[in-house]
């Protein structure tokens, strides 16, 4: 199985400050064949399903603020929010979907 | 717009079965794999397993925590995705995701419904 580390479990971030969550995955989950990485981001916010945020490890989802951002290769991975809103408050979580069984991180708490 | 509505979920007893249901609308079900992810309460998210469309066999893959006790199935003519619990216990307690697609990203999650498995 590949392992999601996430880090830091949990962060406070100021308003208007960047924020820096990042995930490494045990292998990597690059596929040469098509160039993409196997690799996603979800905001989740209390009681509320995830919501996809950021695919293919850099694709923005439609409607998805560009204060998110995603970046990395191969085994590691980094979210950034540029500048933090009071509504980005939630749980982050990272995803592989290289390969069976899917597997997520343990997901980042970002808070003010 | 595409919709996804879980149903079935509440209490049920150590070891006895419950059938949950993931009723689809706004897009083409019977194209679609459709994915299990469920959340234990205050933890994060476990994929539990998927059902591949009928034009990729309509097969299955399990997590190892739920194989051999959990079923997906689908029924195409009424856009539903079920996810059948056989001999549960304290851990399956959570909410039941249904997602649509499988090895891609997932886009499009139901609101969940909350299993506890309890005597």
């Known amino acids: 199985d590949i392992v999601m580390t996430q880090s830091p479990d949990s962060l406070a971030v100021s308003l208007g400050e960047r924020a820096t969550i990042n995930c490494k995955s045990s292998?990597?989950?690059?596929?040469?064949?098509?160039?993409?990485?196997?690799f996603a981001w979800y905001q989740q916010k209390p009681g509320q399903p995830p919501k996809l945020l950021i695919s293919?490890?850099?694709t923005r989802e439609s409607g998805v603020p560009d204060r998110f951002s995603g970046s990395g290769s191969g085994t590691d991975f980094t979210l950034t929010i540029s500048s933090l809103q009071a509504e980005d408050v939630a749980l982050y979580y990272c995803q592989q979907c290289y390969s069976l069984p899917l597997t997520f991180g343990g997901g980042t708490k970002v808070e003010i | 717009e595409v919709q996804l509505v879980e149903s079935g979920g509440g209490l049920v007893q150590p070891g006895r079965s419950l059938r949950l249901s993931c009723t689809a609308s706004g897009f083409t079900f019977r194209d679609y794999a459709m994915t299990w992810v469920r959340q234990a309460p205050g933890k994060g998210l476990e994929w539990v397993g998927f059902i591949r469309s009928k034009t990729y066999g309509g097969t299955t893959e399990y997590a190892a925590s739920v194989k051999g006790r959990f079923t997906i199935s689908r029924d195409d003519s009424k856009n539903i995705a079920y996810l059948q619990m056989s001999s549960p216990t304290s851990e399956d307690t959570a909410v039941y995701y249904c997602?649509?697609?499988?090895?891609?990203?997932?886009?499009?999650w139901g609101q969940g419904t909350l299993v506890t498995v309890s005597s």
């Open positions: 997602t649509r697609d499988a090895v891609d990203p997932l886009a499009y």
């Open positions: 292998q990597s989950v690059f596929y040469s064949s098509n160039n993409k990485n196997y």
């Open positions: 293919w490890a850099s």
